[in-house]
């Protein structure tokens, strides 16, 4: 029965939307009345609800508002503008695809995948503002790149935090992870888009001309500011990384935080802007004008996950599929997937996940397959209860059905792909 109501307030959620409802309000709705309809009692709702959102906006909305005042800085000083340039000079004006999707994989280890996303966007924007390329061409493969980093790839904290639950060895994950990485990278984040993306959305690729602007910023100056966030956190993570105590770690500690490596990259942005300081003000104002609905979209779409979670759905998920005779590897894979569709967040239903299958470890599953195959479920159909496909579908401007059509089936794509390249690991491991 749960399911039951489950599915129908996913229903209800896709009525609302199509009758033109906002979405904030629409998932705020849904949530209660699913929530209600579940059996929790009207206060307990609305605690989850806060919760929810609290609990979603405490982790990112520093980090999606910083963010958006550093693209927007960067956009205004010509700097994203700049790197275009020397994107389609290093790669070809036909391959910025990999030039975005080498981006991403870089950007994406040390980065949650919302963090990583609004790190990138700026850049996906100005390629394909400058090119005339579909912004779809050239953001599915960012978004296909964060998506397997954050699945497979440690030192990303994901991968981290399951290793150390299965107990198992990182650097093994890493050697594995990277095997499964770069192919499902390449077939989601450069083929795929390829499939589905129309002829005459990609036509600037064959016409676009070079013609740098005068008083465009210094390529050393455009590439340190615009990635400054990431190198901050990574050298953040590599520093903090070492067991032993020592002068300077807390530094690095906090460097390796998004929100405090994002408000220093802005300071400095603003540092060095030639534009008066009233100016870059202004500037950072629109920025974060601009993903205000963004912000409480996604904040609806952690209330809608926290309902899910407080009502008990995942142990309903877990009745289900605990009497299934199968692989341990593809049962922690239909476990960590059924989570990933019932809950939405890809973290919440891979940490769930992780405890219901932990004792499914044999030697026929080695614990760094156990990580990865836990990974790749938790990537599985994202759908109205994530908020990375809210984020996907507002940024593009996206109707349900295109965000369905494109982020959907390239998390998919992402996540199968990745369960049957555990498999085959498995056969030589």
Known sequence: ???????????LLFIL???????????????????????????????SISNGIGSTLGSMVMVLALGAMMGKLIEDSGSAKKIVFILIRAFGKKNIQWAVLLTGLLVGIPLFYNAGFVVLIPLVFAISATTGISKLYIGIPMATALSVTHGFLPPHPGPVALAGIFHADIGKTLIYGLTLSIPIAIIAGIYFPRLII??????????????????????????????????????????????????GKPLFIF???????????????????KTSISKAMESCAEGVKSIAMIILIIAAGGAFKQILIDSGMGETVKQLT???????LL????????????????????????????????????????????????????????????MFKEYFNLSLKETFRTWTMMESLVSILGLVGVLLLNQFV
């Open 1 to 11: 029965m749960s399911l039951l109501i489950l599915l129908f307030g996913i229903l």
């Open 17 to 47: 939307i199509l009758k033109k409802i906002n979405p904030m309000i629409a998932l705020i709705a849904v949530a209660i009345i699913t929530g209600l309809l579940l059996g929790m009692p009207a206060t307990k709702v609305m605690t």
């Open 198 to 247: 129309k002829r005459d959305q990609t036509a600037g690729i064959s016409d676009f001309k070079i013609d740098e602007e005068e008083n465009l910023p210094s390529a050393s100056r455009s590439f340190i500011t615009a990635l400054l966030p990431v190198f901050l956190i990574i050298a953040g993570t590599i520093g903090s990384s070492f067991k032993t105590d020592y002068f």
């Open 255 to 273: 460097l390796a935080d998004p929100t405090a490596a994002l408000l220093i990259s802005v300071g400095i942005a603003l540092a060095v802007q």
């Open 322 to 328: 605990g009497g299934l005779n199968l692989s341990p």
């Open 331 to 390: 049962l922690a894979w239909l476990i960590t997937a059924s989570l990933r569709v019932t809950l939405g967040s890809a973290t919440v239903a891979a940490l769930t996940a992780s405890g219901m299958v932990l004792p499914l470890i044999a030697p026929s599953a080695p614990p760094e397959l156990m990580v990865l195959s836990v990974g790749a479920g938790s990537l599985m159909f994202s759908h109205v209860n994530d908020t990375g496909f809210w």
